[in-house]
């Protein structure tokens, strides 16, 4: 499976974005699908994640309520909505799934990654 994120850009304090992750390859094995983000200086950290039917997501505390993950398994493709964008939001975003059908744990639990797209947020 190979993953390609799309949509980072430069945008001011309170901006939206909508990051894309299409999916190739053997995209039958996909289960959850989800975004990470790395700092500048810190650890790669979870974002969100969505379940195999869409019909599952959960998000990071410092999230909710202002980003929105989604999955379109006709195309591949799983977004993520970013709304009222923060300084501290900051980072390299990346895609990944998993091939498993309980809930992925933490970076290991996924099994493929996109190289990532960057989201800069100045105030």
């Known amino acids: 499976v190979q993953l390609q994120a799309s949509g980072g850009g430069l945008v001011q304090a309170g901006a939206s974005l909508r990051l894309s992750c299409a999916a190739s390859g053997r995209t039958s094995s996909m289960t959850w699908m989800g975004w990470f983000r790395q700092a500048p200086g810190k650890e790669r950290e979870f974002v969100a994640t969505i379940s195999a039917n869409g019909g599952s997501m959960v998000y990071a505390d410092s999230v909710k309520g202002r980003f929105t993950i989604s999955r379109d398994n006709a195309r591949n493709t799983v977004d993520l909505q970013l709304i009222s964008l923060k300084p501290e939001d900051t980072a390299v975003y990346y895609c990944?799934?998993?091939?498993?059908?309980?809930?992925?744990?933490?970076?290991?639990?996924?099994?493929?990654w996109g190289q990532g797209t960057l989201v800069t947020v100045s105030s």
């Open positions: 990944a799934a998993a091939t498993k059908y309980w809930l992925p744990r933490g970076t290991q639990s996924y099994s493929y």
